[in-house]
């Protein structure tokens, strides 16, 4: 039902600032939560930050907690994930999700997903 593509990915160096976008359609957006997921070389793909139905509520991943800032317009049926001050630690490939299942933001929770954008930090 829901489509999902995000864009904004590149190629930075440590300490830089990147915004991600995930650009919704076919489906109720402003009704679903929208999750940022990344998957890099190694480890399993993670829960970056996640967002509520109307933007109330922000979730996020301790690794990257006070860096990383999602926000969402439902108006534009995008959200975004604003990262700052980026480490080669957050090199992967961002996902975003849709159609939460439970109250646990799992990867195997979420309906829909996009087909990822590369971010990749150098130092």
């Known amino acids: 039902q829901v489509q999902l593509v995000e864009s904004g990915g590149g190629l930075v160096q440590a300490g830089a600032s990147l915004r991600l976008s995930c650009a919704a359609s076919g489906g109720t957006f402003s009704y679903y939560p929208i999750g940022w997921f990344r998957h890099a070389p190694g480890t399993e793909r993670e829960f970056v930050a996640g967002i509520s139905w109307n933007g109330s509520k922000t979730y996020s991943e301790a690794s990257v907690r006070g860096r990383f800032t999602i926000a969402r317009e439902n108006a534009k049926n995008t959200v975004y994930l604003q990262m700052t001050s980026l480490k080669s630690e957050d090199t992967a490939v961002y996902y975003c999700?849709?159609?939460?299942?439970?109250?646990?933001?799992?990867?195997?929770?979420?309906?829909?997903w996009g087909k990822g954008t590369l971010v990749t930090v150098s130092s």
């Open positions: 999700a849709a159609g939460m299942r439970g109250n646990r933001w799992e990867p195997s929770g979420m309906a829909y």
